[in-house]
């Protein structure tokens, strides 16, 4: 359920495609949707930049610049900048982009958090969490030292999903103290049989630096847990 991609993986991206040696052939047009398999590898590969990138939060001007700089790379242009010389700058864009994220997202989660608590049934706890039972369990109840087998349904508060068991169709199994601290401490307070559904302040779930690309800096998470055995 841990998803996280490097700080600077488009940075790695680019970095990889300037070490490219000069093409000596004339490109082909690239087709506006691609048809064959290896069309669509490429173009899985463009997408796979871009989700690297998400973090960022590029305007057009930027994201154009971002593409200027990617195709003179693997042009094997030379352009007058080193990619040595701009390392630290890299850095702070990313920690900075990653910090004006997060504070974005924290005024909109704690509105968010707010409603949650005030629901029907919801039980809120010293450490953020906000939790509400949704079927009580008869069996034994785990400890952080624990073996769980769950089944969960992942999503943020706008309610797009990011992980779920349930729909991959297979339940998993981690130790409890193995995951985020939302996890260890909800899933204590569940009973095998139970299902619960578990609010996680991005301060006991993935903090300031989320887990890109699908987990925003500061956001927090929604979890559906089904407890189904204690290893």
């Known amino acids: 359920m841990r998803l996280n991609l490097p700080m600077l993986a488009a940075t790695t991206l680019l970095a990889t495609a300037c070490a490219m040696p000069d093409s000596t052939t004339e490109t082909a047009a690239t087709p506006a949707v691609p048809e064959t398999e290896e069309d669509k590898t490429f173009f899985a590969l463009g997408l796979a930049i871009s989700t690297s990138l998400d973090q960022y939060d590029l305007t057009a001007e930027e994201a154009a610049l971002v593409m200027a700089g990617l195709e003179a790379g693997i042009a094997g242009e030379d352009t007058g900048i080193s990619l040595d010389d701009f390392q630290g700058n890299l850095r702070t864009l990313g920690q900075d982009r990653m ?39 008869d069996g034994p109840s785990p400890t952080a030292t624990d073996t769980v087998k769950v089944h969960y349904h992942g999503t943020l508060r706008d309610g797009s999903v990011f992980d779920s068991s349930v729909d991959r169709g297979a339940p998993a199994t981690f130790p409890l103290n193995r995951v985020i601290a939302c996890w260890t401490e909800g899933v204590q307070k569940m009973k095998v049989g139970g299902k619960s559904r578990l609010v996680c302040p991005a301060v006991i779930a993935y903090g300031d630096r989320g887990s890109p690309p699908r987990i925003p800096p500061g956001a927090p998470l929604v979890f559906e847990v089904e407890l189904l055995e204690v290893q």
């Open 99 to 137: 910090k004006a994220r997060a504070d974005k997202e924290k005024v909109a989660a704690n509105e968010f958090l707010v409603e949650m608590a005030a629901m029907d049934g919801a039980e809120s706890f010293e450490s953020g969490l906000i939790m509400f039972t949704l079927t009580e369990g």
